[in-house]
């Protein structure tokens, strides 16, 4: 796991440098071989959106806005985390799952229990803010066989010693914990890999929507939210197309349905014309290149 770390606290960080390396770290996992279930490629990535509430609100991300992207205070339920499992232990599925989507993961109180359920058929990493982070839940989330612990610094470089000193009094491993600068002013476009989050975001210096047109989101990953609704990408935040519900559907069968293949020829064949697409400038192809392979070759594109 020490190779998918990518800082040692307190080197000077350099926002690009984090940037190139997380993708990095990401391609390891995402591009690392593919494994078929009934001959069809599945996804390595699948991020779940644990609850629809943070404590912050930073510009760069469309919870800033209430019209956009309000806090219900809804969350997964237990019920729902089982059918996962239960759903991907089914499709023999050997990717990771990230804790992540449109809320702070840590302020879901079943955060244990999840952790440790699905940790039993994926790698599970958290990306959180850390806010709510002692060096007991550090502790806590390690016991619970979460893979990684991903901490987005965002307040200055003062947090890095913060964070050092909790993880020394946590007791786990360096290699469980990457750091993250987000400290950074918006014509370093805030140290993360800027999107307009499909149209809902205009701070920064954002791209044209028609700079990056092929996508390989749907061809290697997807997003469940909170409800079980499952979306193409995380760039979704106004959700404006499921995919399916994986409370009512199987999830092998909604990553082989209709409308799936539909999304996912269009962006393999660079069309962006349909909504969340059609208004996202993300940069779709940075991941999930192999995958984008062997779809290709299924579909005959």
Same mark, same amino acid.
């Given at each position: 796991?020490?190779?998918?770390?990518?800082?040692?606290?307190?080197?000077?960080?350099?926002?690009?440098?984090?940037?190139?390396?997380?993708?990095?770290?990401?391609?390891?996992? &995402?591009?690392?071989?593919?494994?078929?279930?009934?001959?069809?490629?599945?996804?390595?990535?699948?991020?779940?959106?644990?609850?629809?509430?943070?404590?912050?609100?930073? #510009?760069?991300?469309?919870?800033?806005?209430?019209?956009?992207?309000?806090?219900?205070?809804?969350?997964?339920?237990?019920?729902?985390?089982?059918?996962?499992?239960?759903?991907?232990?089914?499709?023999?599925?050997?990717? #990771?799952?990230?804790?992540?989507?449109?809320?702070?993961?840590?302020?879901?109180? /079943?955060?244990?229990?999840?952790?440790?359920?699905? +940790?039993?058929?994926?790698?599970?990493?958290?990306?959180?803010?850390?806010?709510?982070?002692?060096?007991?839940?550090?502790?806590?989330?390690?016991?619970?066989?979460?893979?990684?612990?991903?901490?987005?610094?965002?307040?200055?470089?003062?947090?890095?010693?913060?964070?050092?000193?909790?993880? $020394?009094?946590?007791?786990?491993?360096?290699?469980?914990?990457?750091?993250?600068?987000?400290?950074? +002013?918006?014509?370093?476009?805030?140290? &993360?890999?800027?999107?307009?989050?499909?149209?809902?975001?205009?701070?920064?210096?954002?791209?044209?929507?028609? &700079?990056?047109?092929?996508?390989?989101?749907?061809?290697?990953?997807?997003?469940?939210?909170?409800?079980?609704?499952?979306?193409?990408?995380?760039?979704?935040?106004?959700?404006?197309?499921?995919?399916? $519900?994986?409370?009512?559907?199987?999830?092998?069968?909604?990553?082989? +349905?209709?409308?799936?293949?539909?999304?996912?020829?269009?962006?393999?064949?660079?069309?962006?014309?349909?909504?969340?697409?059609?208004?996202? $400038?993300?940069?779709?192809?940075?991941?999930?290149?192999?995958?984008?392979?062997?779809?290709? /070759?299924?579909?005959?594109?």
């Amino acid at each position: 796991m020490s190779k998918l770390g990518h800082n040692k606290p307190p080197i000077p960080l350099d926002p690009k440098e984090t940037i190139k390396k997380n993708i990095y770290r990401r391609k390891l996992i &995402v591009d690392d071989g593919i494994s078929l279930f009934k001959g069809i490629p599945l996804p390595t990535w699948i991020e779940l959106s644990l609850i629809d509430v943070c404590n912050r609100s930073c #510009s760069f991300c469309p919870k800033s806005d209430d019209k956009v992207a309000p806090d219900t205070y809804q969350k997964m339920s237990k019920k729902l985390i089982d059918k996962l499992h239960d759903d991907l232990k089914r499709m023999k599925f050997k990717g #990771s799952i990230a804790l992540c989507g449109y809320g702070e993961p840590l302020l879901h109180k /079943e955060i244990e229990y999840i952790i440790d359920k699905l +940790s039993r058929v994926a790698d599970v990493e958290i990306v959180t803010n850390g806010d709510p982070l002692t060096h007991k839940m550090i502790t806590k989330l390690y016991n619970a066989n979460a893979a990684r612990l991903l901490i987005s610094m965002y307040d200055g470089p003062d947090q890095i010693q913060k964070f050092k000193d909790m993880i $020394n009094q946590s007791g786990v491993p360096e290699e469980f914990i990457i750091l993250r600068d987000r400290w950074y +002013s918006k014509t370093e476009n805030f140290g &993360v890999k800027l999107t307009n989050r499909a149209g809902t975001i205009k701070t920064g210096n954002q791209i044209a929507n028609d &700079v990056h047109t092929v996508c390989f989101y749907p061809s290697y990953q997807f997003l469940i939210d909170w409800n079980g609704d499952v979306f193409l990408c995380p760039q979704d935040w106004q959700r404006r197309q499921t995919m399916g $519900n994986m409370m009512q559907d199987k999830i092998f069968d909604i990553w082989t +349905s209709k409308i799936m293949k539909k999304y996912r020829i269009d962006l393999l064949e660079g069309k962006r014309c349909n909504n969340p697409c059609k208004t996202c $400038n993300a940069q779709g192809t940075l991941l999930g290149i192999n995958h984008a392979q062997k779809w290709r /070759e299924i579909y005959k594109i």
